[in-house]
């Protein structure tokens, strides 16, 4: 078995809230958005009940990230794809 170096996971409450600032990175919508976390393992080191490192965040607003995370109109190709753009 090869062993990996441990995740170092970047928290920051600040972070989060400066992201929340911005326009969503999906539909440009303002005023509604919120730091969304990457759902892939790649892209941030989400594990079982973790969040993805916070530097591991986009700007959505709930529609878009919902949308994202789980929704049925997009294949996991797309809804990745998506999150990466943004």
């Not at 972070?15 to 730091?35: D, F, K, S």
């Not at 393992?41 to 607003?61: F, I, N, W």
């Amino acid at each position: 078995m090869i062993a990996r170096p441990k995740q170092q996971y970047f928290r920051s409450r600040k972070h989060l809230m400066n992201v929340a600032e911005l326009p969503c990175q999906n539909c440009y919508i303002e005023g509604q958005t919120q730091a969304a976390h990457s759902n892939w393992v790649d892209l941030g080191g989400k594990a079982r009940g973790l969040k993805a490192s916070d530097e591991y965040t986009a700007a959505l607003c709930q529609s878009c990230h919902q949308e994202i995370d789980s929704g049925a109109r997009l294949s996991k190709d797309q809804r990745r794809d998506l999150w990466v753009m943004a």
